[in-house]
């Protein structure tokens, strides 16, 4: 049973320095991560990850090595030991759903010896696609030296790895909860061949007006038809405690660079992505807290 562990956003270089820059994600709104990895898989890149309890929003302020530019990915992980095989064999039986299975080994944070860290099934989305699909089995042994604890049956949970590989349990004290719904324009085959691979794990699928809707283990995907070349994720909707009270003063839309904003209101927050510029930023410009029921600039 693959869950949503991860939606990796592409922004541009003055999105990203913003969101780095804003004290509201950092204090207040999730558990936040700056990354730089060096991994077999994709090499060298620089991550902003914004946490709730077991996803995550993983927002990349360089582009992927790949033969064509990369702008978002969907990822999916298994809590059971074993599954990665399994997985493969009811991706095999669809007789459709192409893909590629690799063992990827990242360094360590001290820059040492590579090490196996999650077992990766990359489903086939076509030729040249900018949206990644990705359904993660991480090994026991990466898992365990991050300092988390297995839970029954040795299920490598999501949320125990999150709070070991952000040094920071959620204690109840950030907004952010949970993902629960991805918003992506891709092309019709894409998206197709995406409803089918999910659907091989119990996901429902439903057509909408120019779309494809997938739901299923708290998480509603809803895929817009595009036939142009901006595919990407526009949406992401995210849980959040009611953010009523001193600490979460009402609702406010904070602003990253020109191309991303997010909206917050009790208990929803959403969080919207248009199309990348290459334009040069505004460096170091914080994000503008247009505030609500506040009053303030809460940034």
Request: with cysteine; net charge negative.
């Amino acid at each position: 049973m693959p869950r949503l562990d991860h939606v990796m956003v592409l922004l541009d270089e003055a999105a990203y320095r913003s969101a780095a820059a804003s004290s509201f994600l950092v204090r207040r709104f999730g558990r936040t991560k700056r990354k730089e990895a060096d991994s077999s898989l994709a090499g060298q890149y620089s991550t902003l990850g914004v946490a709730g309890r077991n996803t995550l929003v993983e927002c990349f302020g360089t582009s992927l090595p790949s033969a064509s530019p990369i702008t978002a990915g969907l990822v999916f992980s298994f809590e059971e030991p074993g599954s990665s095989r399994a997985a493969r064999d009811l991706l095999d039986a669809t007789g459709t759903v192409r893909h590629q299975y690799d063992l990827v080994r990242r360094a360590d944070e001290q820059g040492g010896e590579r090490r196996p860290w999650y077992h990766l099934i990359n489903v086939g989305l076509g030729e040249a696609s900018p949206v990644l699909l990705f359904l993660n089995e991480v090994t026991p042994e990466y898992f365990t030296s991050l300092g988390a604890r297995p839970g029954p049956g040795g299920a490598l949970g999501r949320g125990a790895y999150l709070d070991a590989a952000l040094g920071a349990p959620d204690d109840g004290s950030w907004l952010l909860r949970d993902i629960v719904g991805v918003t992506l324009a891709l092309r019709p085959e894409r998206a197709r061949t995406v409803a089918e691979a999910l659907a091989a794990f119990g996901y429902t699928v439903a057509p909408l007006p120019g779309g494809l809707c997938v739901e299923g283990y708290g998480l509603r995907l809803e895929m817009v038809f595009a036939d142009g070349p901006a595919e990407r994720v526009t949406e992401i909707e995210m849980a959040t405690a009611d953010n009523t009270g001193e600490q979460f003063p009402g609702a406010a839309e904070y602003v990253f660079g020109d191309t991303s904003r997010l909206v917050v209101e009790p208990g929803r927050a959403r969080w919207y992505f248009d199309e990348p510029r290459d334009t040069k930023p505004n460096a170091g410009a914080p994000e503008e807290a247009v505030a609500g029921a506040a009053g303030t600039d809460q940034g």
